[in-house]
């Protein structure tokens, strides 16, 4: 499913995840904890930003990592 960038980066939720894991690669569990919400709420969250390639996911281990793909917020900025 193709999603719209814009109306991803809308929801003040998602854009606090952005800002997040702009700093370091997250866990699911590690970005719930700054949230007044379930996991699976966040998981929703990520799916859809991961749809719209702003975020990638990194394995290591049994841990999913998720971090921001620069370039294309950089490509969406201009």
Do not use: W
């Not at 975020?55 to 917020?73: H, N, T």
Request: proline share 3%; hydrophobic share 40%; charged share 25%.
């Amino acid at each position: 499913m193709r999603r719209d960038i814009f109306q991803a980066i809308a929801d003040p939720t998602r854009r606090t995840i952005i800002a997040l894991i702009a700093l370091q690669a997250m866990t699911p569990n590690a970005l719930a904890d700054h949230f007044d919400t379930t996991r699976q709420a966040i998981s929703k969250h990520l799916k859809i930003l991961t749809e719209c390639q702003l975020i990638s996911q990194q394995q290591a281990g049994r841990e999913i990592y998720y971090r921001l793909e620069v370039s294309k917020m950089k490509e969406i900025d201009s």
